[in-house]
């Protein structure tokens, strides 16, 4: 993580810690470079307000005043052609575990054609961190999330230099777990720093 992400990470935490003394309906709130680095919010209101009836929601109700910035807690409203690649929520960022991977799938099976674009997601998906989970190990919560993700890229996309490159991060992968244990983080490889110098956010 470079010195700018570690700022970013030191005001994502600044502000989970106080939004958590503000709003107790987070499930998982996730940290990810989307059009700037903001929360993806997980929340059962979700699901109890759909569509612009989010605008009802205490979580919009608490975040409406959010300035955007390098780093924002800010709601960040999806456009037409979002809702068509990303699904039918009022806010980009408003989405359940299950709908914010799909994102990433949707992307990735839709709009990447190249090896070069394929390693440009990685990248974002390997960086994407969960900031808050309510129950559970957030590490274990991220591995997991990236591994469903890419599994299901794999089922899904055709063109061969992008499956290449999945098959190659999930095997990288597999191996280190193998090596430090089920539940050990990976170390920086020469890989990492590859993917760490390509391209920028796609999506």
């Not at 993700?149 to 777990?177: D, F, N, P």
């Amino acid at each position: 993580m470079n010195k700018m992400n570690k700022i970013i990470l030191k005001s994502a935490n600044k502000k989970i810690t106080q939004l958590l003394s503000q709003y107790s309906g987070f499930n998982i709130v996730f940290l990810d470079n989307w059009r700037g680095f903001r929360f993806i919010y997980d929340t059962d209101e979700i699901k109890k307000y759909p569509g612009k009836t989010f605008l009802r929601s205490r979580l919009y109700n608490l975040l409406k005043n959010e300035k955007a910035g390098l780093f924002s807690a800010a709601l960040y409203k999806a456009e037409s052609k979002d809702k068509k690649l990303f699904g039918p929520q009022y806010f980009l960022n408003c989405k359940t575990f299950r709908q914010y991977a799909y994102c990433y799938i949707n992307f990735f099976v839709k709009e990447v054609k190249t090896r070069k674009q394929a390693v440009n997601e990685i990248l974002l998906l390997k960086n994407m961190k969960i900031i808050f989970l309510k129950t559970g190990n957030p590490e274990i919560m991220e591995r997991k999330f990236r591994i469903f993700v890419l599994k299901k890229v794999l089922y899904k996309c055709k063109i061969k230099e992008v499956r290449s490159e999945v098959e190659s991060y999930l095997e990288t992968g597999k191996k280190r777990r193998q090596v430090g244990g089920a539940d050990c983080p990976a170390s920086p490889s020469r890989r990492d720093v590859r993917l760490a110098r390509a391209g920028v956010d796609l999506r």
